[in-house]
């Protein structure tokens, strides 16, 4: 047998060698996907959000892996902004951004969940179609959760969504009524005070045509909190207490701006009657009056002529102490003394249309309509 010299044997394993590194090297060359690889998509191009979708299924976005050409798992995320935020030095600066699980291809939304996002995140005016921009983020992170060299991939969508204003249950004050006044056992509009700072101190608003004294629309105010506390009468009028008997008011029969104050036991009633001043009446506040439904708990003004481009405020008892704008976002905001803030209401259509202004669900949750 010839033998085979040691020369030939380097050779062929240098060979080998050479081949199995530049194959373990082929497996470690990144190959970013394309955009469209993705195949990124909404189940639905126009949703539409009520109270009655809160518990729904609304909305799904979904994708495809992304596929780095190398052996690393991509992180992921979606991120939601207007689509005048998307172009530009900051495009995208100002997004809302929802990291996914690891090895989640969907996102799936709770009607609630989206429109928090919505209204209160992105603060799109709720009631109107709005275009929303979504942007899927992958990229490849390191170990520390850094930041790597390789380039994340896009892909974007657009959809139409038209989110509500959200009533909060804000902590409350439950009206029981005393004597022979029926109110209603569990929380109800109209008649509840909220405390929309979540602290010591709760406002709204109370219809008590029997504010007669000892034989007219007495009550106590429960805590939802804590339904052993019942705050009743302080010893006056304006004070309460936790082992008093019913509040009783001075105030002459009427519809009540209540503010009470749990820490400091005090309670102030102030009689009230709603009127719209603006453009369109010189700012009169007495000329366009509201009537206050008792059915409806609402106040309604029917046949106001309002131009486009112009305002109105809500004003009472023939000033600005007490009266409403709307703030940043479009929702009723206090604008009265001592705070004295808000923007005007704006005017969006030229026309003869109903006001209403619903105070019923307590303090920051105050709406108005013009229809």
């Known amino acids: 047998m010839k033998k085979i010299s040691f020369p030939i044997i380097h050779a062929f394993l240098f060979v080998a060698l050479f081949l199995g590194c530049k194959k373990e090297a082929s497996k470690n ?27 729904a299924n609304v909305v799904t976005f979904s994708f495809n892996a992304a596929k780095f050409g190398v052996q690393v798992v991509p992180t992921y995320s979606l991120e939601f902004d207007l689509p005048a935020d998307t172009t530009g030095a900051n495009a995208w600066a100002n997004a809302v951004v929802v990291k996914l699980p690891a090895g989640t291809l969907t ?5 609630a969940d989206f429109n928090s996002l919505l209204a209160n995140q992105l603060m799109l005016p709720t009631g109107v179609a709005s275009t929303l921009a979504i942007r899927l983020k992958a990229e490849v992170t390191q170990n520390t959760g850094a930041g790597s060299s390789i380039k994340p991939i ?66 106590q105010l429960v805590s939802s909190k804590d339904v ?36 400091a036991l005090t309670i102030t009633y102030t009689p009230v009657k709603f009127f719209i001043s603006g453009d369109d009446n010189g700012w009169s506040t007495s000329a366009t009056p509201l009537i206050y439904n008792a059915t409806t708990m609402k106040w309604v003004a029917a046949n106001v002529a309002l131009t486009a481009g112009k305002t109105f405020v809500f004003t009472a008892n023939g000033g600005y102490d007490i009266s409403y704008k709307v703030d940043g976002s479009g929702a009723l905001v206090f604008a009265g003394a001592p705070t004295w803030g808000g923007i005007n209401i704006p005017v969006t259509k030229t026309g003869v249309f109903t006001v209403t202004l619903d105070l019923s669900a307590g303090d920051g949750n105050y709406t108005y309509s013009i229809k």
């Open 29 to 55: 060359i990144v190959a970013p996907p394309s955009a469209g690889s993705l195949a990124f998509k909404s189940s639905a191009a126009n949703v539409v959000l009520t109270a009655a979708t809160d518990a």
């Open 107 to 111: 996102k799936t939304y709770l009607g």
């Open 154 to 219: 896009y892909s974007s969508l657009s959809m139409t969504v038209n989110p509500y204003k959200a009533t909060i249950e804000y902590p409350a004050l439950i009206v029981k009524g005393g004597n022979s006044w029926k109110t209603p056992a569990a929380r109800s509009n109209g008649f509840v005070l909220t405390s929309a700072k979540f602290n010591g101190k709760y406002e709204g608003y109370l219809n008590l045509p029997n504010a007669d004294g000892y034989g007219g629309d007495a009550f």
């Open 228 to 263: 052993s506390k019942v705050y009743g009468w302080g010893g006056t009028s304006t004070t309460m207490s936790l082992t008093g008997g019913n509040l009783y008011l001075t105030p002459a029969p009427a519809y009540m701006k209540v503010n009470a104050d749990v820490d």
